[in-house]
């Protein structure tokens, strides 16, 4: 089973997909992730697209592309979740066209909807650790040793990109070329809501209900 966890930075998809991957054996896709893992390797890509990202644009579509190319030739048992990915409406068709040419399909693509106000104190509140992406938040779940991860013992810290300014650009970036992916999947596969507000283990539930058992 391959999914798409579609919504705006914030949303809780990160944290969802962390929880499929945990529960069901799929293997999560977040072309964050990975675009983070390039630049504190200090590879050309990552050196590429820092500023970029530190500022809450979109790096093009080529490099995200080629990132989800590389991971789908690898293949995975448990499926794929698409976190943050695809972002434009040309990253959602080299998708299908990426998922075609290894005899694949989408199963379901679920919105996990947040209004923007609980998405600016989310990402004002929220912390990730370094090594192992946990995420914690600085009232509902902060780690039990000030800035050390529970999980690894790693770094605790913001991401460079949980700014207002960058938050900002990144909210815009969003309703203009992320949000069309909403009506375009309605149309195409079916899109299923789940409402993200509520808390970690009620979106759970439902994101459970639309997929099955
Ligand atoms: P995320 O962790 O999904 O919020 O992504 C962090 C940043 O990485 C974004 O603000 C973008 O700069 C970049 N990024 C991640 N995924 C994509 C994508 N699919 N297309 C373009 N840029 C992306």
Do not use: W
């Amino acid at each position: 089973m391959n999914i798409i966890l579609l919504g705006p930075p914030g949303a809780g998809k990160g944290t969802q997909a962390k929880r499929l991957v945990e529960d069901r054996g799929m293997t999560q896709l977040s072309t964050g992730d990975m675009l983070r893992e390039a630049r504190k390797a200090d590879t050309p890509i990552g050196r590429r697209v820092s500023d970029i990202m530190d500022r809450g644009g979109l790096v093009t579509d080529e490099i995200v592309i080629d990132l989800i190319g590389q991971k789908l030739a690898q293949g995975s048992d448990g499926g794929f979740i698409f976190d943050g990915f695809p972002r434009t409406l040309a990253q959602a068709d080299a998708l299908e066209d990426l998922l075609a040419s290894t005899g694949q399909s989408l199963d379901a693509v679920i919105q996990v909807q947040v209004d923007d106000e609980a998405l600016v104190d989310r990402i004002a509140s929220r912390a990730t650790c370094r090594d192992c992406g946990e995420m914690y938040h600085d009232v509902s779940k902060p780690p039990r040793q000030d800035g050390v991860c529970d999980k690894c013992g790693g770094e605790v810290n913001r991401r460079a990109d949980d700014t207002p300014e960058s938050l900002r650009t990144r909210l815009l970036e969003y309703y203009k070329k992320t949000a069309p992916l909403l009506g375009y999947y309605h149309v195409k596969t079916g899109l299923s809501t789940v409402d993200g507000l509520e808390p970690i283990d009620v979106v759970a539930e439902r994101i459970d209900e639309v997929l099955g058992e």
